[in-house]
């Protein structure tokens, strides 16, 4: 397995460690401290991909984050799969596992291919928006094919084995990018004192030192960057995050970052202590002030053919030569407008490969590198540039010719200089995308020819990413925001003195970002601006031309900038390309905006360990293990267990619901009603809170006293419903559906925050605090009183009253409501007694046959009263009035309350609107279907006019006949009439409307 690109030594890999891996199915050999391109490269892999829309044979391009082609899937076994990883920011490990994400039936004979040579001149931007707008039957077919021919890489279908995590982190200074600016800055914060986290995306901290060949104090640069680490891990309250990348930069200097902790090692997360690892992390930091020293990506120039394999960006070229001792072809070609990029040549040629040649855009280059390039005796071609490569799956020449960048012409004669690599510059972009997280506009910067970050409060950019190239002067850039930062955070810097640096003198660059070509950009071969989505030059000259003059416009109509790429190279070359179409500036025409993440992270971080049931966690009340012991069926009701019925020997859910019914409607039940949301609400305008809150009033609400409430979206539609008790004169306690229960808590503190911060008015949830037991059923008070200190009398303990006592010798609050109708006690104790209570109920209950009931016999109770199940009998578009519950809405409220207004609109009082009202099936033994629609007439045909549709129903014991709750038209006026429900299996059901309350309409029995 011989890599042909590799040199015998130098770089900052180890040579003495040997990595094999799998690309594509062929086996190849790297080192430790490479990265996937590295050792591709190595091996003289020259096509790694097939590109977005065209299927042309792509290559590496550049060395880091900014790569567009080498997008690769890793993983050997299914559940390991991870999708869109670039090759240039993967370290090798032994046994990885890689593959092209495009090419049928592979990268080097892709059948897709051929759209590209035969169609491509036919697919122009905006091909698909004009293609296949008709005929509309025809969608579902063209965005079948669409759909299988895009996209990259592939989901694993089996469950990640890998764990993840989150991590809360607070700082005074953050500093992201460890460069030579984010060195200094940290290592200036660090000595002051300053809480400081330190992050890189990179397997090195460094930055362009990495690769650098100046000098600092007049040692190797790595020198410097080992002691500044040394140093800042020493120090107690700097947190120093290699392979790190700062995804997200959100409002008041709130950061996350993703930490990739296994990646560098294996598929999955190895154990440690027999235990997996988590393979990322997420931070999420608070930061008192932001460094942002994330540098600079360098441009490629836009050429024709500039995307066949052995096409790179100068500086990869360079990295790649001094990093990872690599020199990825034998012959280069370099065409630049900028005097940094001489670096290429000068590495290549020191590495022993000819370099035929350096293009030079410019007439009269004359920075230091430029004369060591003429002292080495390489050649410069002036005012120049490659025009257009040749080659189909490697370049195999260049063509040069003299250029007017002015007027956008070509000025001399064409020549091709055989060479298999071509590496390119058209000056530095600065890595501001986290700068615009926030909305800022970046600025332009001329002398740069690129933009640099906007203004962004408690942000300091510094170094590269603020156009300070230069080596000392970034460092100086660095130590400066150090100081203002650590002055923003009232700390003192300690006035840190910067090593030694060399200055090296570079000319200006050119604004060279499109090349022009001898035939007209349409027509010359394809010149591509943004390589990962396939954008030309011509497709955006075609978006001009079609009137597309926002850049944001053009960046939709062509695809510049979306995806994983966020035009991290093509970006400033297709503004200045649009800009050239418009004829205005660049900074006139603008730069689109950028959005997290600007580098990939896989969701598995996000998600952190919030999944499976983490993410949707099980909660048990304290009586669920007696329940067990019962043998209750159970049912999951807002992340709750809760008891659905208990069935006795071979008994259906049919057969013990019936039972259960029977024995509260004759004897006495009893409930696990713990799960209900419990909020208990304190302060003097408590009262004004809850009548603001509710529909109903509550002003006059005495201590000891419960009120049913309804809670409405403002919007006037029914949100949530639930008893509240009076505790005190300025004190609370509510209850609420257990579903809703969490949605509920946010709602109070939304409207309190932002709407009311002026009433003084408290929320606590106390759900998992008190357990709950609701005994109903006539002989509810004799079995209580056998347990409790408490007078149950109903002159003294009234319907809808509370008394707090002892239940079974423990302290308890018990509430007089009911849910079923019947005689109820809700026994609320400290969740920690409820077991001792609840056995207590049942070993004196024997004697009444105390039974227990689920949530379907509580179903079936509640629904014989007309009692409604918000999120069940409503669905977010039913107002208290179409529920027929007027006698609940305070309509004289001195301040109206949430929704008050929108029962007023002309869509809440319309006529037709659906309304509550109870079904009777004509046959008494049927169940309809809950959801089934209901129409007016049995004989109408498809498609149908829907009147309604069945809510809740159930089969009664005690009616002795099946019933409904139901949402008609108009029904408060159709009581006696029959609708009709068809099924899908071409059955039509009929039912008589009739009163929502089907059982004891007076509420006698609940008030006995």
């Not at 009439?977 to 409307?993: F, L, N, R, S, W």
Request: proline share 5%.
């Amino acid at each position: 397995m011989s890599q042909r690109n590799r040199l015998s030594s130098g770089g900052r890999i180890d040579f003495g460690r040997k990595l094999r891996f799998t690309f594509n199915g062929t086996s190849y050999e790297g080192y430790a401290g490479d990265t996937l391109a590295s050792a591709l490269l190595a091996n003289g892999v020259d096509i790694v991909n097939r590109s977005f829309k065209y299927a042309r044979v792509r290559g590496i391009v550049a060395a880091g984050a900014e790569e567009p082609n080498a997008i690769l899937q890793l993983g050997k076994a299914e559940a390991e799969q991870i999708p869109n990883v670039r090759a240039t920011q993967q370290a090798l490990y032994d046994g990885l596992t890689a593959a092209s994400t495009s090419g049928w039936p592979n990268k080097d004979g892709d059948m897709m291919g051929m759209v590209g040579k035969v169609g491509g001149r036919f697919m122009p931007a905006g091909f698909y928006y004009k293609t296949f707008m008709s005929p509309a039957s025809m969608w579902p077919v063209y965005e079948k094919y669409i759909r299988k021919a895009a996209g990259l890489g592939r989901a694993p279908r089996e469950r990640d084995p890998d764990i993840y995590d989150h991590i809360n982190a607070h700082c005074d200074v953050m500093v992201i990018g460890a460069g030579p600016a984010g060195l200094a800055a940290a290592l200036a914060a660090g000595r002051a004192g300053a809480r400081v986290i330190l992050c890189d995306e990179q397997e090195e901290m460094g930055g362009s030192l990495l690769d650098s060949t100046e000098a600092i104090d007049g040692k190797d640069p790595m020198v410097w960057v080992q002691s500044v680490l040394a140093e800042l891990a020493g120090m107690p309250d700097v947190l120093v995050l290699p392979r790190t990348t700062a995804n997200g930069y959100h409002d008041h200097n709130f950061v996350t970052l993703h930490q990739r902790r296994t990646e560098h090692l294996a598929d999955t997360a190895p154990k440690r202590d027999g235990r997996r690892q988590a393979r990322a992390r997420m931070y999420k930091v608070r930061a008192a002030q932001v460094i942002l020293a994330t540098g600079t990506h360098e441009r490629p120039l836009v050429y024709a053919s500039n995307d066949v394999p052995g096409n790179m960006v100068a500086g990869a070229v360079a990295t790649y030569i001094r990093r990872y001792a690599v020199v990825p072809g034998q012959r280069l070609v370099l065409s630049t407008s900028n005097d940094h990029a001489y670096r290429a040549a000068l590495e290549w040629h020191a590495a022993g490969r000819e370099v035929v040649a350096i293009v030079d855009a410019r007439d009269n280059p004359d920075g230091d590198l430029v004369a060591e390039a003429r002292a080495k005796g390489l050649r410069i071609i002036t005012g120049s540039a490659v025009i257009e490569t040749r080659g189909s799956k490697r370049v195999t020449g260049a063509l040069v010719a003299a250029i007017d960048i002015k007027n956008f012409a070509v000025r001399g004669e064409v020549k091709e200089l055989a060479c298999d690599t071509v590496a390119s510059s058209g000056g530095y972009s600065p890595v501001l995308h986290l700068s615009a997280h926030t909305g800022a506009r970046p600025d332009w910067n001329e002398s740069l020819l690129a933009f640099v970050p906007g203004k962004v409060k408690g942000m300091i950019a510094a170094g590269g990413v603020n156009g300070r190239l230069a080596l000392g002067e970034a460092m100086a850039d660095g130590l400066e925001a150090a100081s203002s930062a650590l002055m923003a955070c009232g700390l003192k810097s300690e006035g840190m003195a910067l090593p030694a640096v060399s200055p090296v003198r570079e000319g200006k660059a050119a604004p060279l970002f499109q090349v022009p070509h001898t035939k007209p950009t349409s027509r010359a071969p394809k010149q591509f601006v943004d390589q990962q989505n396939d954008v030309t030059a011509a497709g955006i000259e075609l978006a001009t031309r079609e009137g597309f003059e926002s850049i944001e416009h053009v960046k939709r109509y062509t695809g510049l900038g979306f995806g994983t790429d966020q035009g991290k190279l093509g970006n400033i070359n297709g503004m200045a390309i649009a800009a050239r179409c418009l004829g205005q500036t660049i900074p006139q025409t603008g730069t689109t905006v950028f959005r997290p993440n600007y580098t990939p992270i896989t969701f598995g971080a996000i998600a952190g360990r919030h999944c499976g049931e983490f993410f949707d966690p099980r909660r048990y009340t304290a009586l669920h293990a007696w329940h067990e012991k019962q043998g209750a069926k159970f049912e999951e009701v807002g992340q709750w267990m809760r008891p659905w019925y208990y069935p006795q020997g071979k008994e259906t859910m049919h057969e013990a619901v019936q039972r259960e019914c029977r024995a509260v409607r004759e004897s006495v039940g009893v409930l696990d009603a713990s799960t209900l949301g419990k909020i208990e609400i304190q302060g003097k305008d408590a009262r004004e809170f809850l009548g603001r809150l509710y529909t109903n009033p509550w002003a006059k609400l005495d201590i000891g006293k419960c009120r049913y409430g309804l809670m409405c979206k403002d919007d006037g539609m029914v949100m949530d419903d639930g008893v509240t008790a009076c505790l005190g004169e300025n004190h609370f306690h509510m209850t609420t559906t257990t579903g809703g229960a969490a949605a509920v808590l946010e709602w109070l503190e939304l409207w309190h925050q932002t709407e009311w911060p002026e009433l003084e008015v408290y929320f606590n949830s106390t759900t998992d605090h008190w357990a709950a037991m609701a005994i109903n059923g006539p002989n509810a008070r004799k079995l209580l009183a056998e347990l409790t200190d408490m007078d149950l009398s109903n002159d003294t303990f009234k319907f809808m009253d509370w008394r707090e006592g002892t239940v079974a010798g423990v302290p308890a609050r018990v509430y007089r409501i009911s849910f079923t109708g019947e005689l109820s006690y809700e026994i609320n104790v400290q969740a920690n007694y409820a077991m001792h209570v609840w056995e207590a109920l049942f070993e004196k209950g024997k004697k009444y046959n105390l039974t227990p009931y689920g949530t379907e016999t509580m179903h079936v109770l509640r629904a014989e009263k007309g009692f409604i199940i918000v999120g069940q009998d409503t669905d977010g578009s039913v107002t208290p009035e179409d529920l027929g519950m007027q006698w609940c809405i305070g309509y004289k409220k001195p301040f109206s309350w949430i929704g008050r207004r929108a029962l007023s609109r002309p869509d809440t009082k319309s006529e037709g609107r659906k309304q509550m009202v109870g079904l009777k099936p004509l046959d008494p033994n049927l169940v309809l279907e809950e959801g089934a629609q209901i129409v007016l007439d049995k004989e109408v045909k498809i498609p149908m006019k829907m009147a309604g549709h069945v809510t809740s129903s159930y089969f009664s014991p005690i009616l002795g006949h099946s019933f409904a709750l139901a949402l008609v038209k108009g029904g408060a006026e159709r009581m006696g009439q029959t609708v009709y429900m068809p099924m899908a299996d071409g059955k039509v059901h009929a039912a008589e409307i009739v009163s929502p309350v089907f059982y004891d309409p007076k509420g006698s029995r609940q008030n006995v």
